[in-house]
């Protein structure tokens, strides 16, 4: 089993900037698609950013322009930078692995990380 470990979570102001690391202690993750994924308050998980094994990338539309995701293999870790950020950022954010292409459906996630609490006010 993959174990991810979210960090980089925080307190911001609107139109601050965060970056959210994940880490796969001991395991390579070169071979898993990958993504970051939010919940809020009151609202249902839903997927921000996904990258592929090959690096090429996948937004929602709430997060394209400003977020962007990262991965660096040969520290197995995967990035968030969340510039301008808006109060609806608010959540729990999450990042996933899996060894199959599911985009940004969240639901079909087999590796998860416990969170990490991003606040913007």
């Known amino acids: 089993d993959v174990q991810l470990v979210e960090s980089g979570g925080g307190s911001v102001q609107v139109g601050g900037s965060l970056r959210l690391s994940c880490v796969a202690p001991?395991?390579?993750?070169?071979?898993?698609?990958m993504g970051w994924f939010r919940q809020g308050p009151g609202k249902e998980r839903e997927g921000v950013a996904f990258?592929?094994?090959?690096?090429?990338?996948n937004y929602a539309y709430s997060a394209a322009g400003r977020f962007t995701i990262s991965r660096d293999n040969a520290n197995n870790a995967l990035y968030l930078q969340m510039n301008s950020l808006k109060p609806e950022d608010t959540a729990m954010y999450y990042c996933a692995a899996d060894e199959y292409n599911h985009g940004l459906a969240w639901r079909q996630y087999q590796h998860w990380g416990q969170g990490t609490q991003v606040t913007v006010s």
């Open positions: 990258i592929d094994t090959g690096g090429a990338t």
């Open positions: 001991g395991h390579s993750i070169s071979r898993y698609y």
